[in-house]
Nanobody
Framework: QVQLVESGGGLVQAGGSLRLSCAASGRTFSSDTMGWFRQAPGKEREFVAAIIRSSGNTYYADSVKGRFTISRDNAKNMVYLQTNSLKPEDTGVYYC?????????????????WGQGTQVTVSS
């Protein structure tokens, strides 16, 4: 099992920034791929970004490319999401996720482990 705990959410004005953090513990060798999803009220959970431990390769949703950056500190079992130029449509609960290797990064069902989520609210 892998346990994930997110932090760093909050209320920010449009154009602002937040840095989300996710701490992983447990069988972290099973979490070669880590990522972030978000879910707005009344909407499905959607992929935001992912990073591969072994290669460092990163993947982003089109809606956040150029504004968000995912990174990880393997020694500390941490993954981060730097969010810049935030927009009201970025509002939602942000979830950290982990798996060894997802069949499809964009599908929530391809990921095995989830955190409890951290709320991000962007005011206009």
């Amino acid at each position: 099992q892998v346990q994930l705990v997110e932090s760093g959410g909050g209320l920010v004005q449009a154009g602002g920034s937040l840095r989300l953090s996710c701490a992983a513990s447990g069988r972290t060798f099973s979490s070669d791929t880590m990522g972030w999803f978000r879910q707005a009220p009344g909407k499905e959970r959607e992929f935001v970004a992912a990073i591969i431990r072994s290669s460092g390769n990163t993947y982003y949703a089109d809606s956040v490319k150029g504004r968000f950056t995912i990174s990880r500190d393997n020694a500390k079992n941490m993954v981060y999401l730097q969010t810049n130029s935030l927009k009201p449509e970025d509002t939602g609960v942000y979830y950290c996720a982990a798996t060894y290797y997802p069949d499809n990064y964009y599908l929530a069902g391809s990921w095995d482990y989830w955190g409890q989520g951290t709320q991000v609210t962007v005011s206009s």
